[in-house]
Structures are given as C-alpha cells and as structure tokens.
C-alpha cells in the first residue's frame, strides 16, 4: 500500500507492501518517480501481511490509522503471483467496497506477477549489478511471465553469480531507470501515473 498526505511544503507517502524487501525495493523506485516533481516526498516503507491485503476489515483499519495521521493518497499494491491480474483484481473487489466511504482516495495496483516483474525490465541497470561489458537481453513480454524471479536467477548465473532476492532486489532498484521499467511493464506505468497524479 502507498499512502501519501498533501502537507503545507510536500506530499509525505508511507508505502505498505505484502514483504519488507519488496517493499524497500517499491520505495526506491517511488522516490525516483517522484523525484521528478520540484518537492519531492518523502517516502516511508511499511509492510503487511498478504492475508491482511485481501481482508476488508483489515484494510479499513490500516486506512483508518493513516488518516488519523493525516494520510491522502492511499495505494494498495499486490503482487498477481501467477494468478490473472483480473483474478487479483475481482478478489480485491470487498476491500474495494469497504474503502468508499472512507473521506480518502484510495487506489489498488496489481504488480504484475511481481517486482521482479519491474525489476528485469532495466537491463541496463543488470549488467551494472552484474559488473558486465556484455550486454543482457530478456525478451518477451515480462508481464507474461509468471515467475519474474526465475529469469532474474537464471541471468545473474549466466554472469557466474547467485540471485539472492533479499540483496539483488534493493540493488537493482538503486540503478533501475524509470522509464526503462515503463517501456516494458504496464502496471509499473500505472504506478507511476498513480503517485504522479
């Protein structure tokens, strides 16, 4: 979940997600979106449980608690996991209808299939991680693929190295551009439009 407040001097977003390594990854990658704009946020990464995403109730508390801090802009992210986003996205449909007469703008995004999804998309930043003049090629569709892990362990031990999802996420992210990331994934464009918006 990203929450944002409109504050006097800038937009303060906490970002929920359903692990603490994506969620830091999500973080970097927000803050370099919303670097663009002449305030930037700041961004705050939290986590939750993914059981508690899909729970109406849960929800409305974790909103709840953010708007009593003050808290506007309210996205909620979760990964489709090899499931059909639109699957994702008719199960997430009580937890939309709970959250509308709350007096905040809340947003679901379905990450397709997951960060790594995002995360493969820079190929350039890659090659960076992995310390290579070669240059790398994934591809395909991204979205299509349903476990965006695999292709990035399968690259890291073409170039002799171990993908360890825990340290190679946040890495990634730290080189990853953007707009590399947009050209190839449709929901990380949604992202970004949503915490641009």
Request: hydrophobic share 40%; proline share 4%; with cysteine.
């Amino acid at each position: 979940m990203v929450f944002g407040t409109i504050g006097r001097d800038a937009v303060k977003i906490v970002l929920f997600t359903e692990d603490d390594t994506t969620g830091k990854a999500i973080r970097i990658l927000a803050q370099k979106v919303l670097a663009e704009k002449s305030k930037p946020p700041k961004v705050i990464q939290r986590w939750v449980r993914q059981g508690h995403i899909f729970n109406p109730k849960n929800i409305v508390l974790f909103i709840k608690n953010e708007i009593q801090q003050e808290k506007s802009k309210i996205i909620i992210c979760v990964d489709s996991e090899c499931t059909n986003p639109s699957i994702i996205e008719r199960n997430l449909g009580p937890c939309k209808r709970a959250v509308k007469g709350l007096q905040v703008v809340v947003y679901f995004l379905v990450v397709v299939h997951a960060l790594e999804t995002w995360l493969a998309a820079d190929e350039e930043a890659l090659r960076i991680i992995l310390k290579t003049n070669k240059e790398i090629k994934i591809p395909g569709d991204l979205e299509n693929e349903c476990r965006p892990g695999n292709i990035l362990q399968e690259v890291f031990h073409k170039h002799g190295r171990k993908f360890a999802k825990s340290k190679d996420d946040l890495a990634i992210a730290e080189h990853a551009n953007p707009a590399q990331i947009a050209k190839r994934c449709n929901s990380f464009r949604k992202f970004q439009q949503i915490l641009l918006s």
